[in-house]
């Protein structure tokens, strides 16, 4: 026998198990068939849902009684009716539907500046630039409203040694052929630092009205991988504040103002990175953390960033940075939909957590392991298909050691799960998550979709994330290795989500109060804020600017329902 008892000297509860399972009337040739998984995870079909259950930890669930086989025992009783364990069959897997179309997005999926660079440097023609003699190139200063012309500081840093080097070109062009007539809108510069070792370009555009773009790219040439900071930052004699925040922590752009002039530096919301706004001697800029690795297969051993500079006439300091936030670029919020209509679409919104998924059982599960094997068991062909939660098993985030992320509370289990829209599973797996989610959206009688953005830095460094993604990878200090941020993933999906939606006319709500906020707000139609801390709530305020604000705080003070009446805020029930 597979499980053998090995001797009943004490008056335990497992023998009080078996010793009532040998008294009950025998019937082992009645209805139902015994299924085991792996981990100890057992299930019985074809018996009925009136049956005395096994043990507390058994649950009756689609037709099908589920829970854990008894240890070191020979025998399952389900009512009057006795199972030999022996004779437990496996379990399948639901066949996988193929999918009607490769990429259900269509064009809504967009791909990242990352991926795109190089190409976008190859279709354009280039004449080099050259300085007076024996004169290395150099950045042209870069005009701004009102005259002034301001100077570009960019330094890179290895984040593992703590090494820096401030950035110069080596080579210097702009577009165009030799005989290419009219006004040139961009410069290419680049250079080397380490002996050649990491290479770095740098595009950058003329400005018009007082705008300009700066896209860069750091390549390591042979190194496994490098995990580098890149801080780029304007040399102007003014003092600089965080644009969005109150401080300087989570902020997206930094402004300043001098000679009635306002000046911003400010991430390119539409490309998710992980950033800070610094204040330093020389400049005050952005500093972006880029883990550059072959692993990334749509751009392997690369990295970009994308930042805009933004200038306008302006009146004081507090004006620069009220007129800052106003000018942040935001996809969502196109919808144009009445504030009486939003509780009507409320109660039929589809509410989505793309990167977490949960479930439960009586009498909760021992460690992840036991959480992950029950999961298995619950998308074999025993039970009828659960799209999301086969999606949410195969595109599971790990950690450095490869062990899926699995947290525990009381009865219930949650998985981080990776939603990037072009992250490959096996095809038997059936979608990933990013897809199922979608589809999700696409059921009949979905007036609104909901999210729940995640709200803490989680790395996942499963093989298959860092090989689809579009964003750079981070690290962990701690760890040292490349990974994907999770948020970004979501930020993303989020994008790709928002273009379908659109098309079809339904509004996309998000919530998030994170540090990148400002990503994956920058897709919505309008913000639930959660919220009743005062300085949360402002943010969220400008994070919206002409977008609703849906408030659903709960139990707030008399103080935190006059500042939301203030805000103009939306109250809905929580």
């Given at each position: ?48 849902e009136e049956e005395v259950p096994p043990g507390p930890e058994w649950q009756w669930m689609d037709g099908v009684w589920m829970g854990r086989l008894p240890d070191q025992a020979d025998h399952l009783a389900l009512g009057g009716t006795v199972f030999p364990l022996a004779d437990a069959r496996p379990v399948g897997f ?481």
């Amino acid at each position: 026998m597979r499980r053998r008892l090995g001797g009943c000297r004490t008056w335990s509860r497992r023998c009080l198990f078996i010793g009532w399972a040998v008294l009950l009337p025998l019937s082992l040739s009645a209805s139902g068939v015994l299924y085991e998984g792996i981990g100890g995870w057992g299930a019985v079909t074809g018996a009925a849902e009136e049956e005395v259950p096994p043990g507390p930890e058994w649950q009756w669930m689609d037709g099908v009684w589920m829970g854990r086989l008894p240890d070191q025992a020979d025998h399952l009783a389900l009512g009057g009716t006795v199972f030999p364990l022996a004779d437990a069959r496996p379990v399948g897997f639901v066949p996988a539907a193929l999918p009607g179309r490769h990429n259900p997005f269509g064009a809504c999926i967009l791909h990242s500046l990352s991926v795109r660079f190089n190409g976008m440097i190859d279709k354009l023609p280039w004449t080099p630039q050259f300085s007076k003699a024996e004169e290395p190139p150099s950045f042209l200063p870069v005009g701004v409203t009102g005259g002034e012309r301001l100077s570009l500081m960019l330094e890179l840093e290895d984040a593992a040694t703590g090494q820096r080097w401030p950035l110069e070109p080596t080579f210097a062009a702009r577009d165009g052929g030799l005989l290419a007539r009219g006004q040139r809108t961009l410069r290419f510069y680049s250079g080397s630092v380490e002996d050649g070792e990491l290479e770095w370009a740098v595009v950058t555009s003329i400005p018009k009205a007082g705008d300009w773009m700066l896209q860069g790219r750091i390549v390591a040439m042979k190194s496994p991988f490098r995990l580098l900071r890149w801080r780029i930052g304007l040399r102007r004699e003014a003092e600089a504040h965080p644009v969005d925040r109150m401080d300087w922590e989570g902020a997206v752009g930094i402004v300043s103002h001098a000679d009635a002039t306002a000046v911003s530096l400010v991430a390119d919301l539409g490309e998710p990175r992980r950033m800070r706004a610094v204040r330093r001697a020389e400049a005050t800029g952005l500093e972006f953390d880029l883990a550059v690795t072959p692993a990334t297969r749509n751009f392997p051993r690369l990295a970009t960033v994308s930042v805009k500079v933004e200038s306008w006439a302006s009146e004081s300091a507090e004006a620069a940075r009220r007129e800052a936030v106003e000018r942040l670029p935001r996809a969502g919020g196109a919808l144009e939909i009445p504030a009486d209509d939003w509780p009507g679409l409320l109660a039929g919104a589809l509410e989505l957590t793309p990167s977490a998924v949960g479930w439960t059982h009586p009498g909760g599960f021992r460690d992840a392991r036991d959480a992950w094997n029950y999961l298995w068991f619950r998308i074999s062909d025993l039970f009828p298909p659960h799209p999301v939660w086969m999606s949410a098993f195969a595109c599971m985030a790990r950690n450095a050691d490869g062990i899926p992320l699995i947290s525990l509370n009381a009865e219930r289990a949650e998985a981080v799960v990776n939603p990037d829209p072009d992250l490959e599973i096996s095809l038997e797996r059936g979608p990933n998550q990013g897809k199922s989610l979608l589809a999700a959206t696409r059921a009949p009688g979905v007036r609104a979709v909901w999210v729940r953005a995640s709200e803490n830095e989680v790395l996942d460094y499963a093989p298959e994330a860092l090989r689809m993604c579009d964003y750079p990878a981070v690290w962990d200090p701690k760890v040292g290795d490349p990974a994907v941020d999770i948020r970004h993933a979501e930020a993303e999906w989020l994008a790709a989500l928002a273009c379908d939606l659109k098309k079809r006319g339904i509004p996309l709500l998000v919530s998030d109060a994170g540090s990148l906020a400002s990503f994956t707000l920058f897709h919505a139609d309008g913000l639930v804020c959660a919220s009743a801390d005062p300085e949360e709530m402002k943010r969220q305020r400008v994070l919206a600017g002409d977008r609703p604000v849906l408030w659903n705080a709960a139990d707030p003070s008399a103080e935190a329902e006059q500042l939301a009446q203030e805000l103009g805020f939306d109250r809905i029930s929580p």
